[in-house]
């Protein structure tokens, strides 16, 4: 099982990025997936969660209505499209999915930086 993310880069404020999550996982539809971030010094913060089936979404309250999470169950492969970036969305953005109660997959991250 693995996770790549891609699609970080430097952005501008008020600028946009598109991030890319590829699994190769087994039943993917079947799967909730999750965005997460961490910025330095800080501790890692829930950015947006995609259910499996209907893909019910979640997000944190410091990135609603600017992110959205996405999913492509045949590409096996879900999107975090962020609009309107701030300098404080600037961190490592990770994907994650929880396979079980007592087992999750970490990818190995992107980074995002926001500034001018």
């Known amino acids: 099982v693995q996770l790549v993310e891609s699609g970080g880069g430097l952005v501008q404020p008020g600028g946009s990025l598109r991030l890319s999550c590829a699994a190769s996982?087994?039943?993917?539809?079947?799967?909730?997936m999750r965005w997460y971030r961490q910025a330095p010094g800080k501790e890692r913060e829930l950015v947006a969660t995609?259910?499996?089936?209907?893909?019910?979404?979640a997000y944190a309250d410091s990135v609603k209505g600017r992110f959205t999470i996405s999913r492509d169950n045949a590409r096996k492969t879900v999107y975090l499209q962020m609009n309107f970036l701030k300098p404080e969305d600037t961190a490592m953005y990770y994907c994650?999915?929880?396979?079980?109660?007592?087992?999750?997959?970490w990818g190995q991250g992107t980074q995002v930086t926001v500034s001018s």
């Open positions: 994650n999915v929880p396979l079980s109660v007592s087992t999750e997959i």
């Open positions: 996982i087994l039943a993917f539809s079947r799967f909730d």
């Open positions: 995609i259910s499996s089936g209907v893909g019910i979404t």
